[in-house]
């Protein structure tokens, strides 16, 4: 049967959604690279977790992450032996295979075995462990990761781990998007980590102001018939963050259950993190958790809607938002989204936050009122600072109610750029890629899209001042692979690399 708590009243923050910071994805050559986030494995070592997505038609060779000179990752020698799909070298000392990286810099790195065959938009997921010291040397310089196919593509970014990876100091909580201060304890939710495989990792942060330790933590996700999960490093059902406890798993009930087996201390303000997984599909669809703290008689139990941080659901909106997007682009960040349906709605004010807890509205956007088909709107944001910027809708209806939709995080980098050509998305992720134009004199300019033989598979001809022209890739009809679109204007041609995945 499925477990019923007693909602309590509680104290109402700003709103917050998933990802947050620790989501940076950078594409080179024909792959994309994405840093989920690093999170503190134990005072002494760091947990960081990265994805990449081979954008092309050859297989991963290899994928190397920066170490310091000197250094190997923290992660133990027989996880890496055990790998199936990957020779794991672990720098330049490195015991597994031959004794050599192919990075000119010191990594550790994944060379791959024939079962890991990587290609056409397939990604595969990393983790390994760093020092504290070697953690903060690479903070402080960047971190490289370094990518080959097997032609020998090679590609390579660098990550500013501050921006996309904070980690708290030892001994410090992660900071929390947003918080429910019920007295004898505190539910805070601190983010969510979206993974490859489907499935999304939530971390809360309970503070227990009670004289006695915690003596379990129930957390009941949203009903589902997919599988639940504690998310943890340990093996079996053991898990440890600050403090250790066995855990259960009740399918049925969508229930896991936390029981103290060393919560010495977790009292008068202690704190703890506790995370779970869930099917990514179903925290997107319903991001409400229910919470239980027990300690020494005194229960405190709450709902907790990680992204109004209210203690109920989300109200079913007016207008069936079916998609919210958004995409740094030259002339500032595009925001483009859709509904199947509209009752009384009146517009949509578009709110902007740089760190995901306070909102201003930037912009507004006209509703239809009432519709029963597919509608679109976009709005572009010319004033984005660069960094990470969080968007939300705010939905009004012409009676003056109003809902909020999801938060998305989109990071605008600081450009320095004169070009007069940009192409974006790039990666062509999309169902249209967007050529970007600077043609404000002479007679016009032209477009081409060539192949990597060299062949024309698209022109047209511009005006002057044509700032942009939107590409339906289903009328382009580019199989996958690399391009290049040129620009001839003012007897001069500039060049964009494009993909197509």
């Known amino acids: 049967m499925k477990r019923h708590i007693l ?9 917050h959604s998933l990802s947050a910071q620790s989501n940076c ?14 999170t503190r494995f134990d005072d002494d070592h760091v947990k960081l977790i990265y994805t990449v997505k081979i954008l092309c038609n050859n297989n991963l060779d290899y994928i190397a992450f920066e170490l310091p000179e000197g250094s190997k990752a923290a992660t133990p020698s027989n996880i890496l032996q055990q790998n199936n799909d990957y020779v794991v070298r672990n720098g330049r000392t490195s015991n597994q295979g031959p004794n050599q990286i192919d990075t000119e810099f010191n990594s550790i790195q994944f060379n791959a075995k024939n079962t890991a065959a990587i290609n056409n938009g397939e990604e595969d997921l ?4 760093l020092t504290n010291a070697d953690y903060d040397a690479l903070a402080a310089t960047g971190m490289r990761v370094q990518t080959r196919t097997s032609n020998g593509t090679i590609g390579q970014v660098t990550f500013d781990l501050n921006a996309c990876a904070a980690v708290p100091a030892p001994g410090q909580d992660p900071d929390t998007a947003c918080e429910l201060d019920l007295n004898d304890a505190v539910f805070g939710f601190v983010d969510a980590m979206n993974f490859p495989d489907g499935t999304t990792t939530i971390r809360f942060l309970l503070k227990n102001n009670t004289a006695a330790d915690v ?4 957390i009941e ?3 589902t018939n997919e599988p639940i999960a504690v998310a943890s490093d340990n093996n079996g059902s053991a898990y440890k963050a600050k403090y250790s406890y066995s855990t259960t798993v009740d399918q049925e009930a969508n229930l896991i259950t936390f029981n103290s087996q060393n919560t010495k201390g977790y009292a008068n303000g202690g704190t703890d993190i506790f995370a779970v997984t869930i099917p990514t599909a ?3 669809a319903d991001p409400f958790f229910q919470i239980t703290l027990s300690a020494g008689g005194t229960v405190v139990s709450s709902g907790l809607n990680t992204q109004t941080c209210e203690d109920t659901p989300i109200s079913p909106l007016a207008v069936e938002l079916t998609s919210f997007e958004g ?4 002339s500032g960040i595009e925001l483009n989204w859709s509904t199947a349906s509209e009752t009384n709605n009146a517009g949509f004010e578009v709110e902007r936050s740089q760190n995901g807890k306070t909102y201003t509205t930037v912009g507004t956007v006209a509703g239809a009122g009432n519709s029963n088909t597919a509608l679109h709107y976009t709005y572009t944001d010319a004033s984005a600072e660069p960094g990470t910027n969080y968007y939300r809708l705010k939905q009004v209806d012409h009676d003056g109610t109003f809902e909020y939709s999801n938060t998305i995080a989109v990071t605008q980098s600081k450009s320095t750029t004169t070009d007069n050509l940009s192409v974006y998305p790039n990666p062509a992720t999309g169902n249209y890629v967007t050529v970007g134009l600077k043609i ?3 007679n016009g300019a032209a477009i081409q899209i060539m192949d990597m033989n060299g062949q024309v598979v698209f022109s047209e001809q511009m005006a002057a001042g044509t700032s942009k022209l939107d590409l339906p890739l289903s009328e382009l009809k580019l199989p996958g692979g690399i391009y290049m679109v040129k620009l001839h204007h003012d007897n001069k041609t500039e060049t964009k690399k494009l993909i197509i995945p």
């Open 7 to 15: 909602l309590f009243a509680l104290l109402f923050f700003s709103l």
């Open 25 to 38: 994805t950078q594409t080179d050559a024909c792959f994309e690279y994405k840093l989920l986030g690093a």
């Open 126 to 129: 990393f983790e390994f462990y």
């Open 215 to 218: 003596e379990q933590v129930l």
């Open 221 to 223: 996700t949203p009903a």
């Open 282 to 284: 179903l925290y997107q």
């Open 327 to 330: 995409i740094a682009t030259p």
């Open 440 to 442: 404000n004199k002479g």
